[in-house]
């Protein structure tokens, strides 16, 4: 029986690491959803931020499920990273006309946002450096 060559192989891990791209990206811009509300009464431009927060892990999740890059792995590392200072920065300065968060690190759906993106980062960090030496992607 002739071997099949239109179909590249499968690769396991590089799919396995997608998918749990995609979960981790859906999950951030799932968690900021959730706390959007709140933040639209509160502090209205933190809520326009979770929009377009909420609006790149869109994009990113379907870019994870279509090809994944480097620049899509970069882009994933950004929406995981940028929260997380957020995140730091409103419990330890506080965030301009917001400064009611200060010292609130025991927040539930702060810490699994933390958890979550923190995770997602460490993915993103790990796949983008294990696609350097791969040429073209």
Do not use: K, Q
């Not at 965030?95 to 690190?105: E, H, T």
């Amino acid at each position: 029986m002739p071997e099949d060559r239109s179909a590249p192989p499968l690769d396991v891990a590089e799919t396995a690491a997608r998918a749990a791209g995609a979960v981790g990206v859906a999950g951030i811009g799932l968690i900021h959803l959730l706390d959007a509300i709140d933040t639209f009464h509160d502090t209205r431009y933190v809520f326009w931020l979770y929009v377009a927060l909420m609006a790149g892990c869109i994009a990113a999740t379907a870019a994870l499920l279509g090809v994944a890059s480097r620049r899509v792995w970069a882009a994933v590392g950004v929406l995981a990273l940028a929260p997380l200072v957020g995140y730091v920065l409103s419990r330890t300065t506080g965030l301009p006309g917001a400064d009611d968060d200060i010292g609130n690190w025991g927040d539930p759906l702060g810490l699994a946002s933390l958890w979550v993106e923190g995770l997602t980062l460490g993915l993103a960090l790990t796949r983008g450096m294990a696609r350097r030496g791969a040429v073209g992607r």
